[in-house]
């Protein structure tokens, strides 16, 4: 069995096996956690309104911080938005996910698609120099920002070699790219990026226990 096979085979299903059971037993350890009653009358019972409100809201940045955080935010938007259009907008990717799922959609140009990939690749590497030259957030930062970081940036750099077949004989740098998809999954549950499913779960609870309150978000 050369790499190649391996890395699709045993080694891609084991990660897919890892990434749904670990997201379905973060999810499930979050939102079936037993909360303490609250007994205060509510201010508001329209509290779906105050969820979606928070999660526009946090989603825009401030207009009061727009020129403190310009740089931080854009970066942030290209490679969340860099990222989504790669691994939703290649063909190759659609396949995949359809042989997963069923589901199916068009894809876009794969030049667009490289494009975006070199612009999601630049956005990382300049998102990773901000977090190590401010002060403030490497001192917050912790092995799991560089870790996620890394296991996010390389699967783009990996694709982007492969579909120029660049750095060695392209199934090699095919399962490279195919092994590093595999990491990516199987951290995905158990770091930072789990973000990517608690996001608006995170905000819209935060948006309805103030809307309850009666408070201004």
């Not at 037993?34 to 509290?47: A, N």
């Not at 917050?140 to 890394?150: E, H, K, L, R, V």
Request: net charge positive; glycine share 8%; aromatic share 12%.
């Amino acid at each position: 069995m050369d790499l190649l096979t391996l890395a699709r085979g045993p080694i891609l299903q084991w990660a897919l096996v890892i990434f749904v059971i670990g997201t379905v037993w973060r999810l499930a350890g979050i939102l079936l956690l037993r909360r303490k009653p609250d007994y205060t009358e509510p201010r508001s019972t329209h509290t779906w309104r105050g969820a979606a409100n928070l999660i526009v809201k946090r989603t825009v940045p401030k207009r009061e911080f727009a020129a403190q955080t310009a740089f931080g935010n854009t970066i942030g938007y290209v490679f969340h938005i860099g990222l989504a259009i790669v691994v939703f907008g290649f063909v190759p990717h659609i396949l995949f996910i359809k042989s997963l799922t069923g589901l199916s959609w068009p894809g876009l140009p794969s030049s667009i698609v490289y494009v975006v990939g070199a612009l999601t690749v630049a956005a990382l590497v300049a998102a990773l120099v901000r977090r190590i030259s401010n002060p403030v957030m490497r001192l917050i930062s912790n092995a799991d920002d560089y870790f996620s970081w890394a296991v996010t940036i390389t699967p783009v750099i990996t694709g982007l070699m492969a579909a120029a077949h660049w750095g060695g004989p392209y199934p090699t740098i095919l399962a490279i790219h195919v092994l590093s998809v595999c990491l990516l999954l199987a951290w995905l549950p158990f770091g930072k990026l789990m973000h990517t499913f608690l996001v608006f779960i995170a905000r819209g609870t935060t948006g309805a226990l103030f809307a309850r309150k009666g408070a201004s978000t």
